[in-house]
């Protein structure tokens, strides 16, 4: 039995309780245990919504033990792993002091503000020889899963262009985000999303160009687009907006082109064009990414696996590309290498 707390009760915090509520009832041998958060009305149940649904689970919160301290929280239960779905800037500091306490981490993304940051919360997983995985959920959703399957099998030969996108309305469940120092505003906190896919489907680039504006005073940016150059010539672009005003929402998708097809995702379907034959939707799991991951995390956690789609040491390379995507939006779209 794998014992979980659960560390921030925000929107992305219920989002995962619910998923752990479900696979607790699908049989799965993990249970959430306590809950810490410092605001009592979220340990009560109470959390504003996201740009998604989180599900609609009735939770009985009073079967949790309740925290508004990590430290007491870590030193009272016995735990196996945490889940830190806390604001980025304290993302570091509190994965670090519960992987010094003996037990596994999943942490939401990003990883942390920088990639010093996410260099130092490995040395701790390395240190005590506990799991760190970051909830870079794309990994695991159907439709770039699909994908991954495509660019890595070479089904339809080589990629040689890709577009990929992001857009909503500003955050509005935490005013921790549109602080820059704390967020790192759209580009770390929504444009990684795709950051991240790009790393994890064709490796890092050797440059980027990014293009970006400031909308909300004090976020940094809001609005981005970046070209990154690979060595083969492939154009890849991704986007990624969140001031989108009236009744947008949420939008996210994909188009990559292939030498002998290509794949186009609108957030709902994957349609899949070969070239020379008809085109078909692709048949997708209708689960998300969220409940993806964390099954995966703690089955990896109860059989003792080793983990595989989301290693610490990736998504902190997707750290030092966004960081070289900054760089270039600092310099006016100037051409940046990316770090090693």
């Known amino acids: 039995m794998i014992k979980i707390g659960l560390i921030g009760l925000g929107f992305m915090g219920r989002m995962h309780l619910e998923n752990y509520m479900r696979?607790?009832?699908e049989g799965v041998p993990i249970r959430?245990?306590?809950?810490?958060?410092?605001d009592a009305a979220k340990l009560a149940g109470q959390a504003l919504g996201g740009n998604m649904e989180t599900g609609t689970s009735a939770i009985d919160f009073d079967r949790f033990a309740k925290y508004t301290s990590v430290q007491e929280m870590l030193e009272k239960e016995q735990l196996d792993m945490v889940d830190i779905s806390l604001p980025?800037?304290?993302h570091k500091d509190i994965a670090i002091?519960?992987?010094?306490?003996?037990?596994?981490?999943?942490?939401?993304?990003?990883?942390a503000l920088s990639s010093e940051e996410s260099s130092a919360m490995i040395q701790a997983a390395n240190k005590n020889e506990k799991q760190l995985m970051i909830g870079q959920c794309l990994r695991f959703w159907p439709a770039y899963e699909y994908l991954k399957e495509i660019v890595d099998s070479r089904k339809y030969g080589s990629a040689i262009s890709g577009y990929f996108y992001r857009f909503s309305s500003a955050p509005t469940w935490g005013a921790w985000l549109t602080q820059k120092e704390k967020s790192g505003g759209a580009m770390?906190?929504?444009h990684i999303h795709d950051t991240d896919m790009i790393n994890w489907l064709f490796g890092k680039p050797q440059e980027v160009s990014a293009n970006a504006r400031v909308v909300i005073p004090g976020s940094g940016y809001d609005i981005v687009s970046t070209n990154y150059r690979y060595e083969d010539g492939k154009v890849i672009n991704a986007?990624?907006?969140?001031?989108?005003?009236?009744?947008?929402g949420f939008e996210m998708g994909f188009r990559v082109n292939f030498e002998g097809g290509n794949l186009l995702f609108n957030g709902d379907t994957l349609k899949v064009n070969p070239n020379g034959?008809?085109?078909?939707?692709?048949?997708?799991?209708p689960e998300l990414g969220y409940y993806c991951q964390l099954k995966y995390f703690t089955e990896a956690l109860i059989h003792d696996r080793p983990l595989t789609t989301a290693l610490p040491t990736s998504t902190m390379g997707s750290m030092a590309l966004i960081e070289a995507e900054i760089e270039s939006a600092d310099r006016n779209g100037a051409w940046v290498k990316v770090k090693p």
């Open 23 to 25: 696979l607790e009832q």
């Open 32 to 38: 959430v245990t306590a809950l810490c958060d410092f």
């Open 88 to 90: 980025t800037f304290l």
């Open 97 to 111: 002091q519960c992987l010094n306490s003996g037990v596994h981490v999943l942490c939401e993304k990003p990883m």
């Open 188 to 190: 770390l906190d929504m």
């Open 239 to 248: 986007q990624a907006d969140w001031t989108m005003q009236g009744d947008f």
């Open 277 to 285: 034959a008809s085109g078909f939707y692709a048949e997708l799991s």
